[in-house]
């Protein structure tokens, strides 16, 4: 028999910096250009300013989502950084003392003193590795693992214009009708849901129905204000 332990399972990744701003940029997208569309809609009957407000709105968005989501990962990024150089300082100056805080918490997590202590001063032979154990038990960060300030934005500029074109693409292809636009952005909606429930522990159709719900609630409203205000008001 091998020594090494079978691996009878995987785990998908929960930590990456790709798959929050590329979900909530789709949903961003697709919910706020299909309101937008339903609003100017609602308050005029003119194609090219349906188009007009329909491309701002994605490209204004996409920017948007992607200048925000750069800074706020950077943010955490640099934050995490800075508690991590705290962390290598201390185990540089104070090696026993983070060598005994590490046995301690394994002792707190049910391990026998005497295995802690073992355990603790093996993985604390590797500076870098102690690091890493100290990182994740402290912080809750990996250090050869953090998020992507660019990758974070890459994901929610891309995601953010193909949501927002959904809605806009009926428009694009000569076609006049707000329900055309209403039934391409209700499917998606819906699609949009099912496919993210393959990540989550949610069934595909409360999934689908919850964000469909969610961005119908949103156009709805949206064009009946754009008709309670209309062109005159402007």
């Given at each position: ?8 399972h ?9 798959l ?10 697709l ?13 005029t ?22 200048g ?32 005994a ?15 802690a ?6 993985l ?8 890493e ?25 891309l ?18 009708s ?11 909606l ?8 393959a ?36």
């Amino acid at each position: 028999m091998s020594s090494r332990a079978e691996i009878h399972h995987q785990h998908r990744d929960v930590t990456g910096g790709w798959l929050r701003p590329s979900v909530f940029g789709a949903m961003d997208g697709l919910v706020s250009n299909f309101a937008l569309i339903a609003g100017v809609a609602g308050g005029t009957g003119d194609t090219r300013v349906i188009v007009l407000a329909g491309i701002a709105g994605l490209a204004a968005g996409a920017f948007s989502m992607a200048g925000g989501e750069y800074v706020s990962v950077a943010s955490q990024r640099e934050l995490a950084l800075a508690e991590l150089a705290v962390e290598r300082r201390e185990i540089e100056r104070h090696p026993e003392a983070e060598q005994a805080e590490l046995a301690q918490s394994y002792v707190d997590k049910g391990v026998e003193p005497a295995l802690a202590a073992e355990v603790a001063r093996q993985l604390s032979r590797n500076p870098e590795q102690a690091l890493e154990v100290h990182a994740q038990a402290e912080l809750g960060v990996v250090p050869s693992d953090l998020p992507s300030p660019r990758l974070a934005a890459v994901s929610s500029f891309l995601s953010f214009a193909a949501g927002a074109l959904l809605p806009l693409l009926p428009y694009l292809l000569g076609v006049r009708s707000l329900w055309v636009s209403a039934v391409v952005s209700c499917l998606a909606l819906f699609g949009a849901g099912a496919l993210v429930s393959a990540v989550t522990a949610r069934s595909w159709w409360y999934s689908g129905l919850r964000q469909l719900l969610v961005g119908v609630l949103a156009a709805g409203l949206t064009f009946g204000l754009g008709s309670l205000i209309g062109t005159t008001a402007l």
